[in-house]
């Protein structure tokens, strides 16, 4: 058996998101949980406003898929911790892979899920206005028609994507190095406080401005850069008992 | 070609030496026992050679290349372990499936026959084995798995008798069907010991000894007999052991000069041969052993 095995990183890759898909259902479970409840939420609406004299009652209900985003922006924040950490590192070094492909597997599989989890936010965006058919009062619909929710699905999938990349650097950097970790989010709240006084909020919403497509190639760029300082900080990352 | 080469090899956690200059060379199809006491360096060598750690210091070469983030590496050699954590959402029968598709001379059929034939169900997870269930699915998957290089780290734990017995009879079988370099790394060795061609003893993170283990196990004698007897021998070889046994009577664990061996029966002295496990035991024990530490740490009394 002299015969060594030649494998491709392409392979390794391929192994790594199909592993993540098969293997770690729980991910996409609890993207799809999170999002029926979310659904669940919108269901029953909020009360916009309402007002009522001696003649005329009038009741507003905002029926809306915002408890959806919520809950899908929280899963993108939370589920990367998981696939970075230590247990999942265990686990994906009992097969042929380096720290590379593994993190490009990982990247590559949280996109194809935000994509998906973004998709069905729209659906139920859309879906959201069946809701207030269903008990037959007057309805508003939302403007803007196709073009409303196309722009819905890109905007929500790059915020998804960014703040999954960010999460999934963060996890990898702590599973690294906590000092390091800790350093890094110390600088950056030195940063935000150097800003003060220039509006830190009013900086980041003038690097997102702009329509919807641009918008989503800035949050793209950023999620890539996010992956990518995750791949250079665990690639001395040691698999350890 | 040398499989697997360690050159200087130092490993650190923190403050605690875990290597502290390893040099070893290991080739050819055979299975090395890796000895050594708790804490010795076993499994940081091993999970060095798996490129699972990055040495402090040193240099690692596993087929001519430096494991640590190598792809071919990963693809050619598997280290089996206690530790080994599964993706926990997937069956046994899916991770063999799993197993399958990252090595591809997998051999799935023998794995589930040999999972049947241990009465491990491939519809459990593999949380809910016992840990002498879960070492022997290990096993099955490193055996299934036909890398270039096998490497076990203390498999054989919780096992009951008889499948540490069939396991290893499986071992021998596909190391005769499928040669290759496996290394076999633990400190029981009851019935693994006549598996080994070489033995590679790792003591305080150094190499104390590497060679054939027929060899070194002829090394050992153990002779017993009239006290005077027995120390008249020691004083002329080096003894590891020393103990008197009945009233004028004394056995001894001693290490013989190359190419010298004691006749049975010598100077009314009973020789006999002493196992693997024992021989690299005194080897590695410090001076005085338990009896002497016992003695001083209760002052005599």
Redesign the interface.
Known sequence: ???????T?GE?VR?QF??NL?????ILGSLLALQVIGVAIAFFGSNGFGTADGQVSINVVDYSANPVIGLTLLWALIAPLYLSGR?SL??D?????????RHIGNSLYFAALVLAGSLTTTLAFMASVLFAAIPGEPLILPGGGVGYYVSLFVVLSGCCLLVASGSYFAGTLFSVSRFAAFALFALVLVFFRLLANVDPPAILVGIFKGPAALFFLKTLLGAVLFFIGAIIAG??Q???? | MTEVEFKNVTKKYGRTKALSGLTLNLSGNKIIGILGRNGAGKSTALQIAAGLLKPSGGTVAVFGENPFNSLRISANAILIHEGMAFPPSLRLGAILDEMKRAYPRFDIKLALSLLEHFGIPDHAFHVQLSKGMKNTFNMITGLAARTPLLMFDEPLNGMDAGVRSDILRVLLKEFIAQPRMILLSGHQLEGVEDLFEEVAIIHEGRLLHHGNADEFKERFVRISGPGTEVRRVVSRVRALELRDTLPGMAEALIELPDGQTLPESAGGLSVSAVPLNDAYIALTRRKGGIDRVYADATDGR
């Open positions: 058996m002299s015969m060594l095995t030649q494998p990183a390794a192994n199909a592993r098969y293997g770690r259902s729980g247990d265990r686990s070094f009992i097969f042929p892979g380096s720290r590379a492909t690639s001395r040691e698999v350890k008992e």
